[in-house]
């Protein structure tokens, strides 16, 4: 796995899939990167350059455990394109790794060149998703046999009475197969420190990203899976209002890894905006 250094000296890892032109894709979490494989197949159309953020997969722990917050780890991302010897770069970001992922794009305007989000994370927005619209999407799947109780820890987690995370993981997938159950449990945070740090106070300003993002040039993708509990598609929405060349789409049947539940349409609507 090839490696480079960040700016403060961290030993950073990124995996390669495909050829082509470069997308340099940020995973959410955070989490060691394999959870994204190849997005589905995106790999045929694009040359993915995966980045495993410091302290998770193959990268290495920082010293300086602040900078495990979401806008310290924007410089992570310039470190990569200026290692990659890239004048711009194409971005995918995924779940929390979107927030990454914005707050580069309004940092660095000039270094960027088209932006796909997808199922986003949109704290460096200030956006927040209520009890009330978690609810509503969460009852479209009424009529899975797995419902009843997902539902009842759902209710318990947004009540503040239980933490049982593990029986609403259903609610984050298309389908609730096995394949979906390994992928699930794959892509779950493995650095404790880095999850609890990510959004520790100062990572966020959403009214300088916002002002910031106003004059973005880039065409911005955003990408919602229709029953998405993480990142629900009305909260997505909010998010694309907020770019001036952003384009919602909602992929049908899909929850918060799309490229698992469908990845012919993933591809196929990530690789036309691409292309």
């Not at 991302?77 to 200026?82: F, G, Q, T």
């Not at 995918?92 to 932006?115: C, E, I, K």
């Not at 998703?129 to 318990?156: D, I, K, Q, T, Y």
């Amino acid at each position: 796995m090839p490696t480079f250094h960040a700016s403060d000296g961290t030993r950073l890892a990124y995996r390669v899939h495909g050829d082509g032109t470069p997308l340099v894709c940020v995973p959410g979490g955070p989490a060691d990167s394999r959870y994204l494989g190849d997005l589905g197949g995106l790999s045929a159309h694009r040359r993915l350059i995966v980045l495993d953020l410091r302290g998770t997969g193959r990268s290495a722990p920082p010293e300086d455990v602040s900078s495990y917050r979401c806008d310290r780890l924007v410089e992570d991302v310039e470190s990569l394109r200026a290692h990659l010897r890239l004048p711009a770069i194409d971005l995918l970001g995924h779940s929390a790794g979107a927030d990454v992922v914005t707050q580069y794009a309004a940092r660095r305007p000039g270094n960027v060149g088209r932006v796909a989000l997808i199922a986003p994370g949109a704290r460096a927005l200030g956006i927040r998703v209520s009890a009330g619209a978690r609810r509503e999407l969460a009852r479209l799947r009424a009529n899975e046999p797995w419902f009843p109780g997902a539902f009842a820890a759902l209710e318990a987690i947004i009540e503040g009475t239980g933490e049982d995370w593990e029986a609403v993981g259903p609610f984050f997938c298309g389908r609730w197969d096995g394949p979906a159950r390994r992928h699930r449990a794959a892509s779950r945070p493995d650095n404790a420190q880095a999850l609890a740090l990510f959004g520790a106070e100062g990572a966020f300003t959403p009214g300088a990203t916002r002002a910031a993002l106003a004059a973005l040039s880039a065409p911005v993708l955003l990408l919602a899976g229709e029953f998405d509990l993480n990142s629900p598609p009305g909260a997505v929405a909010e998010t694309a209002a907020l770019f001036p060349r952003g384009t919602l789409a909602v992929q049908p049947g899909a929850g918060h890894c799309p490229w698992v539940d469908d990845p012919d349409r993933f591809v196929a609507a990530v690789a036309a905006f691409l292309e």
